[in-house]
């Protein structure tokens, strides 16, 4: 157990619908960072929020979005969902987001797309 | 970004060490190696990072060579629950200090 929890644990959508993933990172983490991970490939970073700023971004399209709040917990948001973002979703918090400050992984969501 | 180069798999005979290399060629200035295992889809569990020295830990240990270019996970012990997607990760020094998985090695331990 990592102390990071994410909701809801499977979720199926329709193609062209929004969705909203949550992550609450492990106490005293201000660093939350967003995977995508397809089947049989490794994990791929989405985006990294520090003290509710993103502060980073992969390359994924713009409506993927999110948001961190104060208490550092996180959203994911997909809007006009297609079939290829069928995949698990990782969020992972650590206490900075420098190097030396390893992640910490929650058990993820499962996003399928029809 | 560094890239690293695991083999695809291997298989470990239970209660014998594993050990999993990776190349890291590319890896440069303060850029920490870390590794990762993943069972079953599940979230990817830390093992152990380091920068220059060999490192130790109640899980594993990680042994990186002088010219840090590659490095070596060693699982002292492996039982059945070691069965995993293990991950070498040279972490971005760039912004983000994101981490970029590749696909890792499949870890089989034999009965």
């Known amino acids: 157990e990592t102390g990071v929890t994410q909701s809801p644990t499977h979720l199926i959508k329709t193609r062209g619908q929004q969705v909203t993933l949550r992550c609450s990172s492990q106490s005293g983490h201000n660093t939350v960072s967003w995977y995508q991970q397809a089947l049989g490939q490794g994990p791929q970073f989405i985006f990294q929020?520090?003290?509710?700023?993103?502060?980073g971004r992969g390359n994924f399209p713009p409506r993927f979005s999110g948001l961190q709040f104060p208490n550092y917990s996180s959203e994911l948001n997909v809007n006009a969902l297609e079939l290829d973002d069928s995949a698990l979703y990782l969020c992972?918090?650590?206490?900075?987001?420098?190097?030396?400050?390893?992640?910490?992984f929650g058990p993820g969501t499962r996003l399928t797309v029809t | 970004d560094a890239k690293t180069t695991q083999p695809p798999s291997m298989d470990c005979a239970e209660g014998r060490a594993a050990n999993l290399p990776c190349n890291h060629s590319?890896?440069?200035?303060?850029?920490?190696v870390y590794w990762y295992r993943q069972i079953h889809s599940q979230g990817p569990q830390y093992i152990i990072h380091?920068?220059?020295n060999n490192e130790t830990n109640e899980m594993a240990s990680l042994i990186i060579t002088e010219d840090r270019k590659s490095s070596t996970l060693i699982l002292p012990h492996a039982t059945l629950r070691d069965t995993a997607v293990y991950y070498c990760?040279?972490?971005?020094?760039?912004?983000?200090?994101?981490?970029?998985f590749g696909t890792g090695t499949r870890l089989k331990v034999l009965a």
């Open positions: 929020y520090y003290r509710e700023e993103e502060n």
């Open positions: 990760i040279v972490r971005s020094n760039s912004g983000t200090y994101k981490y970029i």
């Open positions: 992972a918090s650590s206490l900075e987001f420098r190097q030396g400050y390893e992640q910490y």
């Open positions: 590319t890896i440069s200035g303060n850029e920490y």
């Open positions: 380091g920068l220059k």
